[in-house]
């Protein structure tokens, strides 16, 4: 065939105009609705380009294209979330600047991006790496310091020996490196961190305020972990009665405060070094709070795992209310950076304190029984009356925690599981931590006029032995001096972490240029909040949490208008392989966009992935399935053949219209997949037709632009005429009337007895006439105690329910 679709040429032209005419540039058009639309920028790897972000970008271009075309402003853009291992790894193994092997790296991602026809405003990209993006990445740190949100620590961090790297616990997975996969060690190391639980419960309770997902929103409430209890003073005294230090714990359930029989302190805990000269078994101790420290959390908190602990021999402490001396531990089933890190021990109603009582013959004294007055067996924890407790029998164990908290000097207390950030990481690739240490004057921030404080230029990109940046060799980069009095100072050598960047590129697209703010007010004004972020699932608790506090603190200091950056947040499913396995690189089952662009065109890979199944759902590849819609498009290009100016018969423009309301509703509420099989069922009607009216071919190609914009562009401009431009067509309209008139009224029958009627459209398939008669309340009713045999549908004029009833 002469005129055979001919992908390449099609995709090459349309791409070439829409960047010369700049048709996607965003601008901040008051008189307009605006639609800040936003996906997660790639970190470049060397990989290229993979198939699921073909599905994410592929689907908000989609609704991008359709707001842009009904009037609205959109702001679509893209960048480079460029610092991070993988690009680090590889100048250690390569010798070559990390600087250089991310400008490759991003070269093929954009071209990559651009094969694909996507609508991006690519005068807005931008690249975390560049020094001046970084510098106001720089600039936040400082504000953040200058609160008190930013504080150098020691304490345990999670190692990975084999990337010598400090791992914040998320990027801990089941014990080994998120990265390389080694088991993670312990390591005390002074760490910059992030005080995100500041805000822990704003960004807890704001997630109210907020359009997400709900799994990304279980997610993030899981995470943050708030749980509501009481801080209780517990006086540890030594042989002679003397006293020695208070130690607080955390606990749910003060109500159970007459049932402790023991006290027990997590092996890092700090009082236990202090008490160590007291004790008569100091070794004995020692020993077990070094074997602690070498394992992990889940090791020591696994359930059924056996409790150990070690008595501290010399050393007792005083019930608060009684006045009893209670045995104290040091056992690993305690961790240090839960509540206090100190836990008070109620065999009788805590699972773990009970089998830890069991083991080492401590007494379990019942103080809480069923409101039933029923025997419970133990260790019984839920609520309900309390007994064995002096004045407080009698009471619920609601009543209880406030009265017994108050009685004994305790206080209110919400714990969160969420830890504070661990934002330093020994290594090169990131952005230089803006800070300076001084002997007079403790740690000081750059000023601000003298940012970007640039990563200087390496020849070796390895961390020392003993775990420090690279930095670190460069002595007269080090050596400084101080601002605040000028005298002698060491700069900072730790990096920033990998999710630095990206936890506000979102306010950079707005004014990517600015050299004054990280974007100016009025721009922020008019863009923000986004209102649509779609990503990936894997960052509901790292870079969506991450982000939400920096913004937060942002509005707090009056950088940013909105209290939450993203007012709404969606997730794709992942692109699984064909034979349902998770894509990996090493499995070499990975799918390269390169080469399905290649072979079928950008259209067809873009299409193809809208179609492949629900999209929040995970789907395997398929070839058949993108052969099909090759098909489809080809079949769609061949309709050009037989146009002809002539008015539409009434049943084509029906269908016209059905489909015009049935695209539309399903891009915005991302069911891409039924959008695609309406335009199929639509061509196929057309296909039927022996000439096909230039209105109805000319729908075909308008709706067709978000899944497949180049063949849509052209088929378009074929129709309307040279230098025509789609995508600056409004997007179409669906007539009520129209749909009303098509309408055909369904007798709805139970075992040939008509029961109901509906109304549908005219050609509706089978299963929406099935569906509409379902829906009847009437007719639901009368099959509710029915078993539906079969059904038979009369197009057009009856849907009979075969029934036999249920014994
Ligand atoms: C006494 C008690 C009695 C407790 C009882 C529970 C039931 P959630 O709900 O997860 O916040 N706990 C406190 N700090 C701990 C730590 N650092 N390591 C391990 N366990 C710790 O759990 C709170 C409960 O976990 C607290 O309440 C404490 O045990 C324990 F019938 O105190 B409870
Ligand atoms: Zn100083």
Redesign the pocket.
């Known amino acids: 065939m002469a005129h055979s679709y001919d992908p390449h040429t099609i995709e090459a032209k349309w791409q070439a105009r829409w960047a010369a005419e700049n048709v996607f540039a965003a601008r901040e058009d008051l008189g307009k609705r605006k639609s800040y639309l936003l996906v997660e920028f790639p970190y470049p790897s060397g990989a290229g380009l993979h198939v699921g972000h073909v599905r994410s970008y592929s689907a908000m271009d989609a609704i991008a294209r359709k707001r842009r075309r009904e009037g609205q402003e959109v702001l679509y853009p893209m960048g480079w979330d460029a610092f991070g291992l993988p690009t680090e790894n590889y100048a250690i193994k390569t010798g070559r600047p990390p600087q250089e092997i991310t400008q490759e790296n991003i070269a093929t991602f954009r071209r990559q991006l651009q094969s694909l026809g996507l609508s991006f405003d690519w005068n807005r990209e931008i690249n975390t790496t560049d020094p001046s993006y970084y510098r106001w990445t720089q600039w936040i740190f400082i504000q953040l310091f200058k609160r008190g949100l930013a504080y150098k620590a020691k304490g345990w961090i999670n190692w990975c020996p084999s990337c010598k790297i400090g791992l914040a616990n998320e990027e801990v997975v089941d014990g080994g490196c998120e990265r390389c996969g080694a088991p993670v060690e312990k390591k005390e190391r002074e760490q910059w961190m992030l005080r995100i639980t500041a805000y822990a419960q704003r960004l807890y309770d704001d997630l109210d305020t907020v359009d997400y997902i709900e799994r990304a929103k279980v997610g993030q409430r899981n995470w943050i972990g708030p749980?509501k209890?009481a801080i209780i003073p517990f006086a540890l005294a030594g042989e002679e009665g003397e006293g020695k230090e208070v130690v607080e714990?955390?606990?749910?359930?003060a109500d159970?405060l007459f049932g402790v029989t023991f006290l027990v302190l997590?092996p890092e805990h700090p009082a236990v070094e202090r008490l160590l000269s007291s004790l008569s078994n100091r070794d004995e101790v020692d020993d077990y709070v070094k074997a602690a420290l070498k394992k992990k959390d889940f090791e020591r908190t696994a359930e059924g795992k056996e409790k150990t602990g070690i008595l501290l021999k010399g050393i007792i402490a005083l019930h608060p209310a009684t006045k009893d001396p209670l045995p104290v531990f040091v056992a690993d089933?305690?961790?240090p950076h839960?509540?206090?890190?100190a836990?008070?021990g109620?065999p009788a109603?805590?699972e773990r304190?009970g089998e830890f009582a069991q083991r080492y013959h401590l007494p379990i004294k019942q103080v809480v029984r069923p409101h039933d007055g029923s025997v419970a067996s133990l260790p019984f924890?839920q609520d309900g009356v309390l007994v064995n407790s002096g004045q407080f029998d009698g009471m619920t164990s609601e009543e209880a925690r406030k009265a017994i908290m108050d009685a004994v000097g305790g206080r209110e207390h919400t714990?969160y599981r969420l830890r504070d950030w661990v934002f330093s990481r020994q290594r090169y690739w990131g952005e230089p931590i803006p800070m300076v240490y001084c002997e007079r004057c403790g740690w000081q921030p750059l000023p601000e006029e003298s940012l970007p404080l640039e990563l200087p230029e390496l020849k070796e990109y390895q961390p020392t032995e003993e775990g420090d940046s690279p930095l670190a060799r460069l002595e007269e980069w080090v050596r400084t001096t101080c601002p605040a009095c000028g005298g002698p100072a060491r700069r900072e050598t730790d990096v920033m972490p990998n999710w630095a960047g990206s936890s506000w590129y979102y306010l950079r697209y707005t004014d990517p240029y600015n050299n004054e703010a990280l974007a100016s007010s009025e721009k922020l004004a008019y863009w923000m909040p986004v209102d649509w972020y779609n990503g990936g699932m894997e960052h509901t608790t790292l870079h969506l949490l991450y982000s939400r506090f920096w913004h937060k603190f942002l509005y707090d200091i009056g950088v940013v208008p909105t209290q939450e950056p993203y007012a709404r947040r969606t997730s794709q499913g992942l692109i699984l392989a064909a034979d349902g396995s998770k894509m990996s690189k090493s499995k070499g089952n990975t799918v390269n966009p390169d080469e399905v662009v290649e072979q079928y065109g950008a259209d067809t890979l873009r299409a193809y992935e809208m179609f492949m199944g629900p999209f929040d759902q995970p789907v395997a590849w398929s070839i058949n399935g993108l052969v099909g819609i090759r098909r489809f498009l080809e079949r769609v290009w061949s309709l050009l053949e037989r146009v002809e100016e002539r008015q539409p018969s009434q049943e084509a423009l029906t269908l016209m219209h059905r489909t015009i309301k049935k695209v539309s509703e399903d891009i915005e509420a991302m069911k891409f997949n039924t959008a695609i099989a309406a335009l199929m069922e639509y061509t196929n009607a057309l296909m039927k037709e022996a000439s096909i009216p230039k209105t109805a071919l000319a729908a075909l190609f308008s709706l067709l632009e978000p899944f497949a914009p180049h063949i849509a562009h052209e088929g378009w401009e074929r129709l309307a005429g040279k230098g025509a431009l789609l995508c600056k067509e409004p997007w179409p309209q669906w007539d009520p009337a129209v749909l009303q008139e098509g309408e055909v009224t369904v007798a709805v029958q139970i075992n040939g007895k008509t029961r109901a009627t509906v109304s549908v459209a005219a050609g509706s398939t089978e299963e929406d006439i099935h569906k509409a008669a379902l829906a009847h309340p009437r007719v639901a009713q009368a099959l509710a105690q029915q078993n539906i045999q079969r059904v038979v549908v009369v197009p057009g004029r009856v849907v009979n329910f075969v029934v036999r009833e249920r014994q």
């Open positions: 749980s209890g714990v955390f606990t749910t359930r159970t997590a089933y305690v961790l839960y509540g206090t890190g836990v008070m109620v109603h805590d304190d924890a714990t």
